[in-house]
């Protein structure tokens, strides 16, 4: 009976070294597990951070983008009002001369007409010699006055786009536009030179002249800020601004001669600008 039970009492005694080999196998791979699982959380927290620090760079840039673009909006508004204002005031300037223009126009054709019948009306009535010559020489002055006329109206837009009124051309006329008082007047000879001349509030250099063409080139220095104004003619509004004037109411340098090494003119500012007190009676800038 003991023979029988032997080998049953060692195949009883194996058995717990194959539960032992497979317990320790599945702990084995339970640690791998356990570590493969801790490794993909902490990577993908990592990733997640990442991922948040990305996006909030890239809504931090955008934010910073889209500021900037509403500057530039408000920029760009500003400006497009100013211009608005400048085109509506050079459109009002611009149909006033017109307007100016063909009232003159139609002012002189119809003396003109008058002139020329009343010719016609002495010449069947056998008039003298010497009144027909007259009555020509009238007709003459009416022509010689228009084209004038309009000569003035056709150049009183400055180099600037903006329309500058009345220009004298001599000083004579300078005079009478002082005696006006519409602006401040400062009438100047300016000789080339390296130092830069005084010219009622701002400094001006005469940098080179072109008597046969009648055109100069000048530097204004107004505000801290250098102008150059190149191959300008003689009789042509020459516009800049300066802080405190009116989009619509430049600065402007109006040159009656143009010889060598010189220049002869003045500078006309607007009222506003509180250039001087009784500007328009000021001595000539030397």
């Given at each position: 009976m003991s023979e029988f039970l032997e080998p049953n009492a060692e195949s009883t005694a194996a058995t717990p070294r194959w539960v032992g080999l497979a317990i320790a196998v599945l702990g084995g791979v339970a640690l791998i597990g356990v570590g493969l699982g801790v490794a993909a959380w902490n990577t993908s927290k990592n990733v997640e951070q990442s991922t948040q620090a990305s996006l909030k760079q890239q809504n931090d840039a955008l934010a910073q983008r889209l500021a900037k673009a509403e500057d530039?909006?408000?920029?760009?508004?500003?400006?497009?009002?100013?211009?608005?204002?400048?085109?509506?005031?050079?459109?009002?300037?611009?149909?006033?001369?017109?307007?100016?223009?063909?009232?003159?126009?139609?002012?002189?054709?119809?003396?003109?007409?008058?002139?020329?019948?009343?010719?016609?009306?002495?010449?069947?009535?056998?008039?003298?010699?010497?009144?027909?010559?007259?009555?020509?020489?009238?007709?003459?002055?009416?022509k010689n006055d228009l084209d004038?006329?309009?000569?003035?109206?056709?150049?009183?837009?400055?180099?600037?786009?903006?329309?500058?009124?009345?220009?004298?051309?001599n000083h004579e006329d300078l005079e009478e536009l002082k005696r006006k008082g519409d602006r401040n007047y400062f009438e100047f000879t300016i000789q080339k030179s390296k130092t830069p001349q005084h010219v009622g509030p701002v400094t001006v250099s005469l940098n080179k002249t072109d008597p046969k063409r009648s055109k100069y080139t000048i530097t204004v220095l107004a505000d801290d800020k250098s102008i150059e104004k190149k191959d300008k003619t003689a009789g042509e509004p020459v516009q800049f601004y300066v802080k405190g004037t009116a989009r619509y109411s430049p600065y402007e340098l109006v040159v009656f001669d143009v010889g060598k090494n010189q220049i002869t003119g003045y500078l006309s500012t607007p009222k506003s600008a509180g250039a001087a007190t009784s500007a328009s009676n000021a001595p000539a800038a030397q």
């Open positions: 530039q909006n408000q920029q760009l508004q500003s400006d497009l009002k100013v211009v608005t204002d400048k085109l509506n005031v050079t459109q009002e300037d611009l149909q006033r001369a017109r307007q100016q223009t063909k009232a003159s126009v139609a002012a002189y054709d119809k003396k003109l007409s008058g002139l020329q019948s009343s010719v016609s009306t002495q010449l069947a009535g056998k008039a003298s010699a010497d009144d027909v010559n007259k009555l020509g020489t009238d007709v003459s002055g009416v004038e006329t309009k000569s003035k109206l056709e150049r009183a837009t400055g180099d600037m786009g903006v329309m500058s009124g009345l220009i004298a051309r």
